[in-house]
């Protein structure tokens, strides 16, 4: 009973996949890869511990990646010798790259510029910023240091057992059962049977100066965040109120973007000093617990140490360190570089209790006024240091290193997202208005399905992509939703049926060729709408009604037609084609949407490229619709509304993301796509304007061109004793008489030497004047003006069964019904 | 069925319609477009510390919450009559003075009642506790704050009416079983018409008016002191109205030009192109079309009574026939109209 066509099990299928998708929590195979994972926890817990009980001058500690200074480094010591120091009240840990991993060559260069200057008075002075949530771009460039030394970080010997075991066997026999990527293991496998080629590790940056993006995201005070708030025992000492945990995401490009390094970092912001620093973390460097001796001095030793070892113990080791976890810890330990990064931000305008004012009033809205200038985030100075790969980089001096903070980019984007929302509830109603405007079938008949469809195309995509990307930002959730909805709406309702019933009307052209369709089939006609006409009414609707283009099947005639249509009725063919539509439509958009959300991570010749052509392809939505006109010999099928409309709506966004440089989504400046997808659009908009001018089949030669019924043909004085009515004649005897206004030679003398003669007659349908313009046979030879004609014959068109009508008049009549409203001849279709 | 006014839907209650639409339109606008903090009334801070007295204005355009919108669109839906008591435009009028009315009292009554229950609280602490008087801090204390939305016009209008609409039907519910007083040892469970007469009982004496009785307590209720602020407010200028005190109520009339807008915006927006037209473009030929509007003018000025609709109707019937009749003199006539002709006889 259930049919299922194939469009809609793909559907099916599709959906399938999305839900059957691992949910990404593994659990341990073997006792072997739990005890691993004890192991590995407890590991974990012993460095909190550490870092619990360390204090400045002891240093590191036993902490993974910590054990050797640079200068033991240098020394060539091992870390399995650790404790190398012994560290006391005579011999204080201090910042020197005697105790510290730190190079001098870098720890010198922080000191100059990081936490240097301490805002006292929060009344008075300008102030840093407070909360740092938001995203920065700027430039980076190497600093060339040939003396650098790597450090040679090493698993923990058990880490290294499991790693090499999951490496054989994810090569061996290809089935990963220990939770590696086949790919990544491959990768590895490579990476270690040519030792010294570490190019493809994360953040191994090759070239000499490139982009640099952050994006940071902060916790919040200890003492208002509640998962930090548990661990306050102590209010006096475990309260920190002016500095926070901070979750930094960093990436580097080079300029091409053919490398493209991404790193999580947490870390903590200083409000005081406007100073922050984060490192990364590995299996083989437990930055997070060392992060505190990385500081620089005793007092923002004690506040990050505090931090973030109630940051740490936010995640309980023992129950919610998974396999996964620890897999992520060993990959990120074998492919990307550590680092260590200071960053060191600009002063605001602002004083320190206005700028929690602004805070408060960005974060809660509540109508408070707040400045229009508000406060961003500007980076004076920054270094990123790697200790395993050894690079440091800085900030290219001159090249400005600013961003929004996230509440004033989420108000950015608020403003766009109701620019958007404004534009598709325009395009809603211009739909509304063209589906209102075209319901006989004669104008539909003439709408190509293949313009709807690229048009619904775009729709459905950004119903889709708003849909997807509603979930990721919470507090823009409702408006971006808005947008998916009114989207959904407009392609999966409005636009569907419209397709539909486009599709319905014109389901008697799937027996012919386009050349029959260019005919316009003149004697075929007759008979088919003569029968068509008579029928449709006791049956009500479908697409049969009045068919203006009426099937040809090549033996028997209309009788075969009708019988094969009528009996299905017309829901059977509604319901097919809203099928077959829907599942291709949507199964093209999720692919489509996933080649784009793709796209964004390709290197930045290659999207520009994919943008050209998606662009050019997504715009070009009259084009079928010219042809259509062509073949069905139409001047106008769409309201220039909606295709001004239209055509303007879609591209607005593309103006907006490509001249206004401060677009919150960062796409980059390009006249050169405005120029070319404009130029594509008012190309197509002039051929359907010309269409319109010129009429339909102005491009194609008429040699080329079937012969069909030609309503507006020149009249000859003796044509008009052959069918005409007398009427003609006697109005051309009566203005003989009487001398006709109008700056034209009076017809007495005319109807002898004129090469035109004006006629008048009454056009059936508004019972006003037609002239018709005669050529006197007479003076044939002498050739009649051939511009003038032309002109004429524009008002005036004249039925197979001699009945003149208005071009108006009749061609409106003729989108409902193809019969002579004199005689009820049948007509040929235009 | 399922009719909860004796008016069908919005038949002939323009204003009331335009009212429920716009409600609905304003608060989902406001609430996805995040702007429900512009119309928050509260004197501190908002008036005191940074002197935003527009919210005064703004604080009655819309609701923001779902309970308050359903009880708010109820209760327009039921004033609806009161529309056809006063006439549209009236009734326009009316709702715009009991809003100017409402803000600026409503405004007062809370800097007032903020001022002297503040005074109450300073006097009751330093006196009677024997608290030593400080630089005490401004304090939010119940006048401080009310929940946006129209509470203090609607309040108005329900006193107006319970006084102008006449109640049309009683009806008891009887809370407990009647108890016959003559002899209640044989048949309880059979009630025959004779023992009813002299049954004693609890009982509920309800009128037609009820729903809104209740509709309108929950209103008062919803938000608490927030609510009950605006509400005791407008129930006064209610009053204050019905015994025809305040000021400009009797025979004040909103433009007309503005009451048209509201309630068909579209139309009088056609009708002000049109009218351009008619003055600077090429008078060619007016469509049929176009005189639409004649006797919807008409339609919409008159009071709307249903004898009315019936005369109009006729008025249009005759203008058909003299269409018909006058067919064959009249050259222009557009081909919709023609088309429209032919099923029209």
Known sequence: MVEVDRQTLLFFIIMFIFLSLPSGHDQPHSTKERETLVTFQQQLLDAEEELALSQYSLGYGNITGFHLSYQDLLDGKSAKDWPLHDYGSDNEWIEDQKDSILPNSVSSKVKNWWGSERIKDHDNDRAYLLNISGRAHGEFQKVKDDDLVKYNFKLPPYLKEYYDNAMQIGNGNGNDASGYDEENGNKEDDKRSNNDNIITKVGNITVPNGKISIGIKSYGYNFINPDFSKYIQNKTSDEIDDAMVINLKLNLKDYEEIEDHEFETRGIYFQETGSLISVSRSAKFLGFHGLSHLTLNDSNFIKAKTLMSQFLNTSDIRHDFSMDDMNGYIIRSQEQCEIITYFQFEKTDYTWNQLRFIDDELINPSGKPIPNELPNLTIKDYLIYSPDCGIILTKTPEIPFVGLKSEVLNKKLRSLLVGILLLVFIQLLLFLRQIKNARTPGQLSTIASKTLFIIGFQDSLVALMFLLVSTLIEDLYLLIACVAVIAFIMCGIFELRFMVSVLTTQVNERGTTWWEILRGSTNGGETTTAEGTTTPTDNGSGPILPIANPPRPPPTTTTTTTATTTPAGPGWEEASFSNSIFAGGFSLTIVATFLILNSLVWRIQYRRIFEYVGLILLNSYWIPQFFRNTLKNKRQSFTWEFVFGTSIIRLIPIYYFNLVKSNPLRHHYDPVLVAVTTIWVVFQLTLLVLQYQLGPRFWVNEKWLPKAYDYQRVIHFKDLESGFSSEILNSISSSAKVPTTGGRESPTSSISGADIIESKCTCPICMTDITLPIVNTINDKNGVSENELKKMKKTYMITPCFHIFHNDCLENWMKYKLQCPVCRESLPPI | ???????????????????????????????????????????????????????????????????????????????????????????????????????????????????????????????????????????????????????????????????????????????????????????????????????????????????????????????????????????????????????????????????????????????????????????????????????????TLSPNSTEQIDDAEEVLDENRNEAHEIRAETPVRPLGSQFLDTFRS
């Not at chain 2, 939305?149 to 319970?162: D, M, V």
């Not at chain 2, 006449?166 to 023992?195: A, G, I, M, Q, R």
């Open chain 2, 1 to 299: 069925m399922g009719q909860i006014s004796p008016i069908r839907g919005f038949t002939n209650t323009p204003v009331t319609k335009a009212i429920c639409i716009i409600t609905t339109i304003l608060a989902l606008t406001l609430s996805i477009l995040q702007l429900k903090p512009y119309i928050k009334l509260a004197i501190d801070p908002y008036v005191i510390e940074y002197l935003q007295y527009w919210r005064i204005l703004t604080y009655q355009i819309s609701v923001i919450n779902e309970s308050d919108y359903l009880l708010v669109i109820l209760l327009w839906f039921h004033f609806k009559n009161l529309e056809r008591f006063y006439g549209s435009r009236k009734y326009f009028s009316i709702i715009t003075l009991f809003a100017l009315y409402n803000a600026a009292f409503c405004f007062i009554f809370m800097s007032l009642g903020q001022l002297s229950l503040y005074y109450i609280v300073y006097i009751v602490k330093s006196i009677i506790f024997n608290i030593p008087p400080k630089d005490d801090q401004y304090q939010s204390l119940i006048f401080n704050e009310i929940i946006p939305g129209p509470l203090g016009i609607l309040s108005s209008l329900y006193i107006c009416y319970g006084t102008y609409v006449p109640v049309s039907y009683h009806f008891k519910v009887l809370l407990s079983n009647p108890t016959p007083e003559s002899d209640n040892t044989t048949n309880d469970d059979v009630v025959t018409p004779s023992s009813e007469s002299t049954t004693s009982s609890k009982e509920l004496t309800l009128t037609n008016h009820f729903p809104i009785h209740i509709i309108y307590t929950l209103l008062i209720l919803n938000n608490g002191t927030r609510s009950i602020i605006p509400c005791l407010v407008g129930l006064f200028i209610g009053k204050i109205y019905i015994y025809e005190l305040l000021p400009g109520s009797k025979n004040w009339l909103l433009s007309n030009i503005i009451f048209r807008f509201f309630i068909s915006p579209n139309k009088s927006i056609n009708h002000i192109i049109d009218s351009i037209y008619r003055r600077f473009g090429n008078n060619g030929y007016i469509s049929l079309g176009s005189n639409e509007n004649l006797p919807l003018e008409n339609d």
